[in-house]
């Protein structure tokens, strides 16, 4: 049974940092693609940054240059470094892993709010 578990969540003032990950574990199958989405109150689901098992990235236009993706492909991890946060940053995150098998799995998500 596939269990992404997210962490690294929490407050930052404008201008602060932050670092989420996500683990993924219950599965023997490899993984393709590793990613984060993003979902602000009253909004759709966005795309924040994806990896895949190469290493080649791509991020939403709003936080292209700021947030940062990487994978530890040996621990099933995928990371994500949050700089230069601003208000509309605010939204729960959510984990995405791809499995060349077994399909698409989301984590919990996990909050970020950005305020003064």
């Known amino acids: 049974q596939v269990q992404l578990v997210e962490s690294g969540g929490g407050l930052s003032h404008p201008g602060g940092s932050l670092r989420l990950s996500c683990a993924a574990s219950g599965s023997i199958f490899p993984i393709s693609d590793m990613g984060w989405y993003r979902q602000a109150p009253g909004k759709q689901r966005e795309l924040v940054a994806s990896?895949?098992?190469?290493?080649?990235?791509k991020y939403g236009d709003s936080v292209n240059g700021r947030f940062s993706i990487s994978r530890d492909n040996a621990k099933n991890t995928v990371f994500l470094q949050m700089n230069s946060l601003r208000p509309e940053d605010t939204a729960v995150y959510y984990c995405?892993?791809?499995?060349?098998?077994?399909?698409?799995?989301w984590g919990q998500g996990t909050q970020v709010t950005v305020s003064s």
């Open positions: 995405n892993v791809l499995y060349s098998v077994l399909g698409n799995y």
């Open positions: 990896i895949s098992s190469g290493g080649t990235t």
